[in-house]
Nanobody
């Protein structure tokens, strides 16, 4: 059974930092792009960040560029999202996902394996 399990969410004050982790089990995702998306209440799920299979290429949503960093450790089958300078608008459930392709992608439709999500709440 393929599983993606996120951890590291929580409550943080504006300007603070959090590091999300996503551990994959069941099969390797080392040949797949990995990404993070988020969904705030009443809003659609939106792309946040993506990394290619080897971690060389990355994409970020404009809203998080310069503040968030995605990385991966294929030996540990784990993907990370380091979030700095958090804002209240970053409040959402954050989902880890594995893509159908190996190249980093902003297209939410290309992700076909999802974790259960972890809540991030940023207070003002």
């Amino acid at each position: 059974q393929v599983q993606l399990v996120e951890s590291g969410g929580g409550l943080v004050q504006a300007g603070g930092s959090l590091r999300l982790s996503c551990a994959a089990s069941g099969r390797t995702f080392s040949n797949k792009a990995m990404g993070w998306c988020r969904q705030a209440p009443g809003k659609e799920r939106e792309f946040v960040a993506s990394t290619s299979w080897g971690g060389v290429s990355t994409y970020y949503a404009d809203a998080v560029k310069g503040r968030f960093t995605i990385s991966r450790d294929n030996a540990k089958n784990t993907v990370y999202l380091q979030m700095e300078s958090l804002k209240p608008d970053d409040t959402a459930v954050y989902y880890c996902a594995a893509a159908k392709v190996g190249l980093a992608t902003r297209s939410v439709q290309l992700y076909d394996t999802w974790g259960q999500g972890t809540q991030v709440t940023v207070s003002s």
